[in-house]
């Protein structure tokens, strides 16, 4: 399929795109090249008042650039809002840290005194950023307000579902007096081989699922070029006995659902221990019944469609492939709408842990529920998955919770809260949720030279 904007509401196609030829491929190398040329030599103040401005265009157009996420990939309103939200606060982020981060500092080093050895951190050139639809602005801006601040440019390659997104994204850089900053290609999955053999191009960071990312990635390392991964996760959301129930319930309700349940960090795996296990279930079933699927503009909406008819597919697909394979799997609530790209929520327990089921993604309102022994019991259930890319714990004892987040192998642990998405928080995983971070002073020095300059008397020195 090539790019085009489908309303997952209404079905309708709206708008299509072509795909880059690899001219114009070359082209757009040519492009981001030549912006970075000029970008980098660009006092560090001027290009963090490039962010700053860019902020404030999103803060102004606010619902202008939220009713596009919805048209295209259909998240509610409020969602695409609160999206639009994060990325003014992550382009801040860097405009207020980006000079305490990016200032040269000295190393102390036998025989050189206390200022002859420096590391500079310096731009490297133009990045490829691979990007995924469900968060079609967030992504974009999680990796280029710090690239941009450090001073690289991006090669945007989008989803191929939010084309509209991806031009909103390099029309804000260029109104906000950065062009050619961000420029997009409308690429082929191929043109990877193209993009990253060029010598222009400095390195890859790619958000999307492990089949992606290790396409991709394999591509970057042939090239001899560095890469982030941020792929696919299932979050465990762990509840012990002296939780807070209905608060549980209630965040995890919200966990799994919000973005129709599209979220890479989304509560995917509840993991009650047993005191607690059925009356959860109960609760959680109750909680699920009472989400209203509809039309995504509509306030009242709280389940909103898939993106696409194909990613409702897939979800079916590996629902009845846990049925089949005998999962207990139990349709919630109300029949969703048949207009659009409604998946019914589900919930599924009897889950035998390291089956194919519990190491799958579901991508979309698909509750997984465990029932654990006691705590060491839902560590060893939340560590089984493959995926390593966040979780959570709840709990009335703080220290006990946070001992217990020490012990799951993931990037990110948070307590009493589903997920904690903020721009003062970086964000990645570790095993097959990918590698690297992105965010704060880690993800702004991912793709950073930082280069050595040393000076000694050499004479003097031996
Ligand atoms: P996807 O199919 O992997 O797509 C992500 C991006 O990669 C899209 O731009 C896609 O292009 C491109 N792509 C896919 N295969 C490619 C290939 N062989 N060569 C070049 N480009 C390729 O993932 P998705 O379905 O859009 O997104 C959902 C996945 O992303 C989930 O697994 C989710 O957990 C993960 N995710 C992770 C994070 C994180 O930060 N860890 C955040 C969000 C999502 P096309 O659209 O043209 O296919």
Redesign the pocket.
């Known amino acids: 399929?090539g790019?085009q904007t489908t309303n997952p509401y209404t079905n309708e196609v709206l708008a299509t795109f072509d795909t880059a030829t690899p001219a114009q491929i070359d082209a757009a190398i040519a492009a981001a090249d030549a912006a970075f040329r000029s970008w980098r030599d660009t006092p560090l103040p001027e290009r963090l008042a490039v962010l700053d401005r860019a902020a404030d265009i999103l803060q102004a157009g606010r619902r202008d650039y939220a009713e596009v996420l919805t048209l295209e990939m259909g998240k509610l309103i409020a969602e695409a809002e609160a999206e639009v939200d994060l990325c003014v606060d992550m382009l801040r982020y860097y405009v207020r840290n980006a000079p305490g981060l990016l200032t040269p500092r000295f190393l102390r080093a036998a025989g050189y005194g206390d200022t002859d050895v420096q590391l500079v951190p310096e731009p490297q050139g133009v990045l490829f950023a691979?990007?995924?639809?469900?968060?079609p602005y967030y992504?974009v801006i999680?990796i280029g307000a710090p690239q941009l601040a450090v001073g690289n440019t991006l090669v945007l390659?989008?989803?191929?579902?939010?084309p509209q997104s991806a031009l909103r994204m390099v029309s804000l850089l260029a109104e906000a007096g950065g062009e050619g900053l961000i420029t997009n290609v409308f690429?082929?999955?191929?043109?990877?081989e193209q993009i990253l053999a060029d010598d222009r191009v400095r390195g890859l960071a790619?958000?999307?699922?492990?089949?992606?990312?290790a396409?991709?990635a394999a591509?970057a390392a042939k090239n001899l070029k560095k890469s982030t991964?941020?792929?696919?996760?299932a979050d465990a959301f762990i509840v012990l006995e002296d939780a807070e129930l209905d608060k549980a319930v209630n965040w995890a309700v919200f966990g799994r659902h919000w973005n129709a349940g599209?979220?890479?960090?989304s509560s995917k795996r509840m993991i009650i221990v047993d005191p607690l296990y059925d009356e959860f279930v109960d609760k959680y079933r109750a909680g699920v019944a009472r989400l209203v699927a509809g039309d995504p503009m509509d306030p009242a909406t709280t389940l909103a469609p898939l993106?696409s008819r194909s990613?409702v597919d897939e979800l079916a697909g590996k629902v009845r492939a846990a049925r089949e394979a005998g999962v207990t799997v139990e349709e919630v609530g109300e029949p969703v709408p048949e207009q659009g790209c409604f998946f019914q929520p589900t919930i599924m327990t009897d889950i035998p842990v390291g089956s194919p089921t519990a190491n799958a993604?579901f991508?979309g309102p698909v509750s997984s529920l465990y029932r654990a022994a006691d705590e060491d019991d839902a560590v060893r259930i939340a560590n089984s998955s493959p995926f390593g890319?966040g979780g959570s714990v709840f709990s009335a004892d703080i220290h006990r919770a946070q001992r217990l987040a020490r012990r799951l192998d993931t990037g990110m642990v948070f307590i009493n809260q589903p997920t904690g998405v903020a721009a003062e928080i970086p964000?990645?995983?570790v095993k097959r949720?990918?590698y690297g971070r992105?965010l704060v002073d880690l993800g702004l020095k991912e793709f950073v030279n930082e280069k050595v300059i040393a000076v000694t008397d050499i004479d003097g020195a031996f």
Not at 157 to 162: D, L, P, Y
């Open positions: 399929m790019y691979v990007e995924p639809w469900n968060f992504q999680r390659k989008h989803a191929s579902m939010v690429a082929s999955h191929d043109a990877a790619l958000t999307g699922s492990e089949a992606a990312g396409s991709v591509i991964l941020e792929l696919g996760g599209q979220v890479c960090c993106s990613a993604e991508f890319l964000f990645g995983g949720s990918g992105e």
